[in-house]
Each structure stands twice: as structure tokens, then as C-alpha cells.
């Protein structure tokens, strides 16, 4: 298991800049995959960025070229940089982890942040 703990959501203008943290329970080196995923207002949630086993990183093309997905190995902490926020960014932002205990992969989430972007 692993808890993620998030931080540094909040209300920010269009054009703006936010950076969502995530503090994991236990290294990386036994996760194998760390990642955002976002739920606007009435609709699913979606996945926004990932970074796997390897340091691949995967992002959702609403979000390519202004969200920057990282991680501090020594802190077990992953961030989510985001610029020339829009109103559609507006979302609770979650953390994932998943790990792969045999023979399934499991999910497990942050609390969410919120993350408003006015117009």
C-alpha cells in the first residue's frame, strides 16, 4: 500500500501557473507508475500526466506543451507544473500510484486537490 498526500491547489486567473505536489508513503523504486488525473464538474475523471518505471512521461494532448509532470526521487514526491492555465484546467486534481502486486496492478489516490481557473 501507499498513501499520497497532495498539496498546492487553489484559485488562480486564466494565463496563470499553479504546482501540485504529491508526497508518496514509500520509494518509488516500488511503484510503477506516479501520475495526475483531473475531474472537471459532471464529467469522469481523466488522466492528465504520468511518469512510469523509467522516467517515460505521458500527457493528455489538452495539456501538452503547458504541463510539466517530475519527481524528487530522495523526497518520494511528484509535482505537476501547470502554465497558461485555462478555465477548463478548473478540476480536483488527484494523485495516482499504481503498483503491481502478482498477479494485478493496483490503483491507489491522493485525497484531491481543487483547482479553480477564473476567466
Known amino acids: 500500500q501507499v498513501q499520497l498526500v497532495e498539496s498546492g491547489g487553489g484559485l488562480v486567473q486564466a494565463g496563470g501557473s499553479l504546482r501540485l505536489s504529491c508526497a508518496a508513503s514509500?520509494?518509488?523504486?516500488?511503484?510503477?507508475?506516479m501520475g495526475w488525473y483531473r475531474q472537471p464538474p459532471g464529467k469522469q475523471r481523466e488522466l492528465v500526466a504520468a511518469v512510469i518505471t523509467g522516467g517515460r512521461t505521458n500527457y493528455a494532448d489538452s495539456v501538452k506543451g503547458r504541463f510539466t509532470i517530475s519527481t524528487d526521487n530522495a523526497k518520494n514526491t511528484v509535482y505537476l507544473q501547470m502554465n497558461s492555465l485555462k478555465p477548463e484546467d478548473t478540476a480536483v486534481y488527484y494523485c495516482?500510484?499504481?503498483?503491481?502486486?502478482?498477479?494485478?496492478?493496483?490503483?491507489?489516490w491522493g485525497q484531491g486537490t481543487q483547482v479553480t481557473v477564473s476567466s
Open positions: 514509500r520509494n518509488f523504486d516500488s511503484i510503477n507508475a
Open positions: 495516482n500510484a499504481k503498483i503491481n502486486t502478482w498477479p494485478r496492478e493496483y490503483d491507489y
